[in-house]
């Protein structure tokens, strides 16, 4: 059963300060609409970019969005920042109206989109749980009968008769979480607050979040950028990037576009900004994969030997002080493996500068990988990072038939460690 549609949603802004030549634009608009003519702004615009700049002080935040969702469901919306995201959910619970297109549901809507987001700062945590509940169209005598359980879940009990202004941020996430999921929304819509609550809450709430959808056959939609968390919880995701959805399926697929597709770099790291540590004296300029035939490649098969490249320049420092590691981390941001050179018994040759790191063997199941690059000085002193670079290249491992029995090996585990039965 179809519980919420999307048809051609589209939201468009007006860049610049508010208010500046905006009478002009409505009187111009009105006009139109009075002849039943289209608004004329609606074919100015460009996509939202913020990395580039436009020659239209109108951008499409999102544009022409379709998708389907059934009861049940809990569909992960992805995307970098920027990409329409939080924009969306604004919409679909009607927090703000689309420019053009058409939201349908069925049922109560409870949303979770900002720290405290209908919450009174004045008013104690326990007054802003029948405040929300009223918002959501819950009687008195329903929110009474779950008060101590929205209480216990939110872990707040010793401050819920404090005014809601003097709790932290993460105890109000607690308590606004634990009030939109216990009273019975048809529909949790969950923007990316989550990350602001601790491990323990974080999945505290994924369970709760699991039991409403399957336990309870009701639908969630939740927006973040932890991929674990997604590929956990979510049946389906959608990814959205400049106001446009350019995939939609199932969640793993989805994870692998979006980190493929957002995250991927140029073999060359010499003006990457998100580096960090001291490198005016060390610094990465450059990296490449290259498989057991010694060509550039962004994926290799598993089982097969593989050579990292990666180039450097160094500038009034002996080398051979310098630790060097290079790391392998999962789709989930988790560091799976490394080789350091002070652990292997390596020295940088004073007179190169580059590195190859040959693996003969590469013990990795299928998946989506990315090369993490660490670089220190051989001191105990606190922050001696001379460069550090995560996700210097993101790679693709292709599943093979490692066991030589005519079976591709599976994706369930990330690594491969020698074994027989006998």
Partial sequence: MIILKAEN???????GTVGT???SHDLNRWWHKVRGKDDPFL????SNDRNTKGNSEYVWALQDINFEVQRGEVLGIIGKNGAGKSTLLKILSRVTSPTTGEIKTKGRIASLLEVGTGFHPEMTGRENVYLNGAILGMTKK???AKEEEIIAFSGCERYIDTPVKRYSSGMRVRLAFAVAAHLEPDILVIDEVLAVGDAEFQKKAVGKMQDISR???RTVLFVSHNMAAVKSLCTRAIVLEHGVVVFNGNTDDAVSYYLSNSQTFNSLLEDRTDRIGDNSKFKFTSIHLKDQLGNSVGSLMSGLSCRIEIKFQSNEINVEDIIFTVGIKDINDELICFWASDEMGYKLDKNLNDITLFISKLLLRGGQYSIWLFSSYKTTAQNNFCDVIDKAMIFNVLPSDYW???KLNRTNSKVIIDGEYI
């Fill in 43 to 46: 074919k100015v615009g460009e």
């Fill in 215 to 217: 336990g309870e056959g």
């Fill in 9 to 15: 949603i589209s939201k468009q802004y007006r860049l």
């Fill in 404 to 406: 030589n029995k005519g």
């Fill in 21 to 23: 030549g905006t009478i």
């Fill in 142 to 144: 329903e929110i009474k």
